[in-house]
């Protein structure tokens, strides 16, 4: 079967040659109209982009890349990440553009990912997400000169344009919401340390709690609900145990009411916890878990959005932010007047 060439596209669609490539591209310069017509023919003719052809002209693949450092099998449990995909796509495929999805080993397998799409020229654009202190890369990605949207603050992001959210204000928030219920005493279990938006939140956690005259003790962990649970019963465990406790993640918090719970520790008569990442797991607890929360379908969609605007260079400067809220809920009360101390016994008796 002979090969479907442009000019065939352009004859049926009633267009120039020109005006096929803009649209088959995904360039700026035929009216939206005109693209979908142009789209339409291409489909019942099944054509398909010559790869080689494409990669000589420096065309578009119509893709963006995306790469996870994760397990599996924690990647499967996140549902922040499925939302936000779910948002990228919302944007993507209304564009006729998909999403090239991989799951690294570590960040050395990434950056060989990236090193590989920008020399083959895989990916129109590439979504950045899990920000480092210090991550390699940024400067990696301004030297390949590919396109880019980081996901996170501003001030891990280079020069590269960026959306993220202001987890500094979600931290000053959600002490002053434990504050003003009471608590002296908190807690944050926390993720990695070297994640560029987990030492902001420990960086405001312990001024915001400082300023209100609390203590604040902070564990890092790996976001999974297995070590939520275990950092969860080691802080009631100690001395002075907090009264209220901040969580990086949902699936961190719904194990920490569970190890609680099963300690005999009441939520949150004696205990208050608090998510982040809201999502559907906060809202079918046994209480409810007061979360920081946004809308992650519309924030991977603004992400989307960015990228095309990069692409198309109509960009701005980098640092798009939006605020998450707090949503209150059944987790949420006053400390208790006795201190809580669940025996040793209850505490290791929980999986």
């Known amino acids: 079967m002979p090969r479907v060439t442009i000019k065939e596209i352009a004859r049926r669609a009633g267009v120039s040659k020109g005006a096929v490539s803009y649209a088959l591209n995904g360039r700026p ?92 020229r895989r990916v129109d654009a590439v979504v950045v997400v899990d920000l480092r202190v210090g991550d390699p890369r940024v400067p990696l990605l301004e030297e390949l000169g590919m396109p880019a949207v980081v996901v996170g603050d501003p001030s891990l992001a280079g020069s590269l344009p960026s959306v993220g959210t202001d987890d500094a204000a979600a931290v000053e928030e959600a002490v002053r919401h434990l504050v003003g219920l009471g608590h002296q005493r908190l807690a944050r279990v926390a993720g990695s340390a070297d994640l560029g938006h987990v030492q902001i939140r420990d960086l405001a956690f312990s001024a915001a709690a400082a300023a209100a005259g609390a203590s604040a003790l902070v564990l890092h962990t790996d976001f999974s609900a297995e070590r939520g649970g ?24 719904v194990a920490g009411l569970s190890a609680l719970t099963g300690a005999g520790v009441r939520v949150p008569e004696e205990v208050t916890l608090v998510a982040w990442d809201d999502s559907s797991l906060c809202r079918v607890t046994h209480p409810t878990l007061t ?25 701005p400067s980098p640092g798009r932010v939006r605020t998450p809220d ?17 025996s040793a016994a209850d505490l290791a008796e929980q999986p």
């Open 326 to 342: 707090l949503r209150v809920r059944g987790s949420s009360g006053p400390p208790p007047r006795e201190p809580v101390r669940p």
């Open 29 to 120: 310069g035929v009216s939206e109209a005109t693209r979908a017509r142009v789209l339409e023919v291409a489909a019942e003719l099944e054509w398909r982009p010559n790869s080689a052809a494409r990669m000589l002209s420096g065309a578009r693949t119509r893709t963006f890349g995306l790469v996870l450092t994760r397990k599996p099998e924690t990647l499967g449990n996140e549902p922040f990440f499925m939302h936000f995909v779910a948002g990228l796509e919302r944007v993507l495929g209304p564009r006729g553009h998909g999403l090239l999805l991989q799951v690294a080993d570590d960040l050395e397998v990434e950056m060989t990912t990236l090193r590989t799409w920008a020399s083959e």
């Open 291 to 315: 979360a920081m929360g946004y809308d992650v379908v519309a924030y991977g969609a603004a992400v989307a959005e960015h990228a095309f605007e990069v692409l198309e260079g109509s960009a």
């Open 230 to 253: 275990e950092m969860t019963k080691a802080l009631l465990a100690g001395d002075d145990a907090p009264t209220a406790v901040l969580f990086d993640n949902d699936l961190m918090a």
